[in-house]
């Protein structure tokens, strides 16, 4: 499955193992409720190597392209463009 956003990572980990409540989901990751619901709204984004563990978690077959994902979506919403571009072709 291709991961191009936070929220998408989010909801893809929890069909991967099988949870269906995002508080479920913070318990079983120790963050806070409150992270996985800024998550959520688009108010935060994983950080890198959160967005590697929960592909590697939930197995999924190119972790390095979803960290390539995030990534880029961190610098789209810096306003960095073509930075963000690059990253796109790697998650690609």
Same mark, same amino acid.
């Given at each position: 499955?291709?991961? +191009?956003? $936070?929220?998408? &990572?989010?909801? %893809?980990?929890?069909?991967?193992?099988?949870?269906? $409540?995002?508080?479920? &989901?913070?318990?079983?990751? =120790?963050? +806070?409720?409150?992270?996985? +619901?800024?998550?959520?709204? =688009?108010?935060?984004?994983? $950080?890198?190597?959160? @967005?590697?563990?929960?592909?590697?978690?939930?197995?999924?077959?190119?972790?390095?392209?979803?960290?390539?994902?995030?990534?880029?979506?961190?610098?789209?919403?810096?306003?960095?463009?073509?930075?963000?571009?690059? %990253?796109?072709?790697? @998650?690609?």
């Amino acid at each position: 499955m291709k991961i +191009s956003n $936070s929220i998408e &990572l989010l909801d %893809w980990f929890k069909e991967s193992v099988d949870i269906d $409540s995002d508080y479920s &989901l913070a318990k079983l990751l =120790g963050f +806070s409720r409150q992270y996985i +619901s800024k998550v959520r709204n =688009g108010r935060a984004v994983f $950080s890198d190597f959160k @967005a590697l563990e929960l592909a590697i978690l939930g197995k999924h077959p190119e972790p390095l392209k979803v960290v390539a994902a995030i990534e880029a979506e961190r610098e789209e919403r810096a306003g960095n463009h073509e930075k963000a571009k690059i %990253w796109r072709e790697q @998650a690609a």
